[in-house]
Every structure is written in structure tokens, then in C-alpha cells.
């Protein structure tokens, strides 16, 4: 079992900063992948981010690139999103989750333990 609570959400104007962080426990840390998804209102949740266990792989959303950054800390059990320029269309809840392998980053099924949120808003 792997516990993941997430931080570090609020409510910020648009072309500002926030750093999200997910905080693991349980299992080995180290060992998995991470990533970052979102589900906006009346919306799926869908894929933000991923980076591997070592943390030298990441991936992005063509919505993201070059705006949002993904890193990890296994000595702290910690996945980071700083994201920039932040849009009114990034508003939603943001969820991290871990992935035993590497193989279907970017959909839900491919990650096997969830987050409950934090709560993203930007006003325009």
C-alpha cells in the first residue's frame, strides 16, 4: 500500500505560480513512477505529468509543456509540480498517483494508488 497526500493548492491569478507537492508513505518510494493528473469541473480527469523513479524521464500534456515542471525527491518520499503561467483553464482538482511501471503513464488505469486532490484555481 502507498499513501499519497497532496499540498500545496489554492486560488492564484492567471500568469502566476504554484508548487504543488505529494507526500508518500508505504511502499518503497523510490520504485515508482509518479504523476500528476487533473479533473476539472463537468470534465475526466485527465494527464498532466509523469516522471520515472529515477526521475531523469518526464513527460508532459501538450496543454503544460514548458509551463508546468515535474520533480521528484525520493530521499523525501516527494513528487513536485511547479507550475507557471498559470491559465483560468487550468482550474481544477489536481491529483498525484504512482505507477509500479512505466507503460501507460498517461491514462488512468495505468497507476495504481491515488491521492485525494488539491484543489487548483486561477482567475482570469
Known amino acids: 500500500q502507498v499513501q499519497l497526500v497532496e499540498s500545496g493548492g489554492g486560488l492564484v491569478q492567471a500568469g502566476g505560480s504554484l508548487r504543488l507537492s505529494c507526500a508518500a508513505s508505504?511502499?518503497?518510494?523510490?520504485?515508482?513512477?509518479m504523476g500528476w493528473f487533473r479533473q476539472a469541473p463537468g470534465k475526466e480527469r485527465e494527464f498532466v505529468t509523469a516522471i520515472s523513479w529515477r526521475g531523469s524521464t518526464s513527460y508532459y500534456a501538450d496543454s503544460v509543456k514548458d509551463r508546468f515542471t515535474i520533480s521528484r525527491n525520493n530521499a523525501k518520499n516527494t513528487v513536485y509540480l511547479q507550475m507557471n503561467s498559470l491559465k483560468p483553464e487550468d482550474t481544477a482538482i489536481y491529483y498525484c498517483?504512482?505507477?509500479?511501471?512505466?507503460?501507460?503513464?498517461?491514462?488512468?488505469?495505468?497507476?495504481?494508488?491515488w491521492g485525494q486532490g488539491t484543489q487548483v484555481t486561477v482567475s482570469s
Open positions: 498517483a504512482v505507477a509500479s511501471t512505466g507503460s501507460r503513464l498517461w491514462v488512468l488505469d495505468g497507476y495504481d494508488y
Open positions: 508505504g511502499r518503497t518510494f523510490s520504485s515508482y513512477f
